[in-house]
Nanobody, 119 residues
Framework: VQLQASGGGLVRAGDSLTLSCTDR????????GAWFRQAPEKERELVAS????????EYINSVKGRFTISRDNTRSTVYLQMDRLKPEDTAVYYC?????????????WGDGTLVTVSS
């Protein structure tokens, strides 16, 4: 598993952004997928996760109704659609692959992608 995240950037509050996480090893379908984030001086937190076949998802309360996690196993990619972004969503976002769902301890991590939301 070789995860590569992309899609971060600088946006304004209320804007949308979509993050992508692709497994260059093309085995992502065997794992649950997840997005974590880490804001400055804060601990990393699990934002959203999705089961291997995409039938189940989980979100932290602060993003419910605004973020949507999905996956395309034919592309070995997990997405995070982020709508109505808020300044408090500013963080480095990391994708991960886990052996079990719900996700607790990922087995693989991708590089982070920075999301900055200006007010």
């Amino acid at each position: 598993v070789q995860l590569q995240a992309s899609g971060g950037g600088l946006v304004r509050a209320g804007d949308s952004l979509t993050l992508s996480c692709t497994d260059r090893g093309r085995s992502f379908a065997l794992y649950a997928g997840a997005w974590f984030r880490q804001a400055p001086e804060k601990e990393r937190e699990l934002v959203a996760s999705i089961s291997g076949f995409g039938g189940s998802t989980e979100y932290i309360n602060s993003v419910k109704g605004r973020f949507t996690i999905s996956r395309d196993n034919t592309r070995s990619t997990v997405y995070l659609q982020m709508d109505r972004l808020k300044p408090e969503d500013t963080a480095v976002y990391y994708c991960a692959a886990a052996n079990t769902f719900p996700v607790r301890n990922p087995a693989y991590w991708g590089d982070g992608t920075l999301v900055t939301v200006s007010s």
